[in-house]
């Protein structure tokens, strides 16, 4: 049977030309929803999500838009609202790494990822609750009166060294959705979090795609195997219907039990 939880609803997903962010856009528009897929630079991927979700037979349109930007964040909120008319879920995906030892980390690189990863998740949850505040619930749509869902990591509690800037963004951002979730729970918007494992996606196929660095990798999952996008979008598509109504200010670790300090199996 047809799933059409997210029937009626609209979903804006923030760089979801590729990866974890194009799984949970096709995910959610195969779910009913009607879906704006934002991406940064690549435009040839979000045509092919937007193509995705069409062939599936929902609907979607790519926008352009950088995250860490307040005025192109406008910008993309207000073509969501000409085009849909509305908003029920801000999935908050964009993100970038720039990798580099601690003490040859350049400034402008520790900006770059904090900027995209916390200002992003900023700028667009803030334009989304206020609308979300301002619309209430519509009970034949959702028993919320919206839903934001933040893309955070393993890495907002594993130190990851060589990732400073990154592991502190996504530490960054936990406590930002553990507060903002706090502070507007009381008015039906629900904020939750999916902190990923290791993903099987093009941002690490260098890793995957070779043998010796997938053995060791694999050292540190005790369910032996790597995720897939669609394990990261099954998860978000529950936080993103009535199903979880009840989930609050929470983060789904979906790792394949990476955080469990697998380095302590058979004790230590």
């Not at 990822?113 to 519509?138: M, P, W």
């Not at 890495?155 to 951002?173: F, S």
Request: hydrophobic share 40%; glycine share 8%; proline share 2%.
């Amino acid at each position: 049977m047809k799933d059409e939880s997210l029937k009626n609803q609209v979903a804006l997903v923030t760089g979801s030309s590729s990866g974890l962010g194009k799984a949970v856009a096709i995910y959610l528009g195969k779910a009913g929803a009607k879906v704006a897929v934002n991406y940064h630079s690549n435009e040839e991927g979000a045509n092919d999500t937007v193509k995705q979700i069409k062939d599936a037979g929902g609907e979607a349109f790519a926008i352009q838009a950088d995250v860490a930007d307040e005025e192109s964040v406008e910008n993309l909120f207000d073509k969501v609202f000409s085009t849909y008319n509305n908003l029920d879920i801000l999935v908050s995906n964009a993100g970038i790494q720039k990798d580099a030892p601690f003490t040859e980390m350049k400034l402008k690189d520790w900006r770059l990822v904090l900027n995209t990863i916390l200002d992003g998740a900023f700028l667009c949850s803030q334009v989304a609750v206020r609308y979300f505040q301002k619309r209430g619930i519509i009970t034949d749509i959702s028993n919320s009166a919206g839903k934001i869902i933040f893309m955070s990591s393993v890495h907002q509690d594993i130190p990851w060294a060589g990732h400073i800037n990154y592991a502190t963004a996504k530490g960054g951002l936990t406590e930002f959705m553990r507060t903002l979730s706090q502070e507007v729970a009381n008015q039906k918007i629900r904020v939750n979090s999916i902190a990923p494992g290791a993903i099987k996606t093009d941002i690490n196929k260098d890793v995957w795609s070779d043998e010796e660095k997938k053995k060791k990798l694999l050292e540190l999952i005790p369910y032996n195997r790597l995720g897939k996008p669609e394990d990261v979008a099954e998860a978000a598509l529950w936080l993103a219907s009535d199903k979880s109504e009840y989930v609050n200010g929470t983060t789904i670790f979906v790792d394949g039990g990476m955080s469990l300090y697998p380095g302590f199996i058979g004790n230590g």
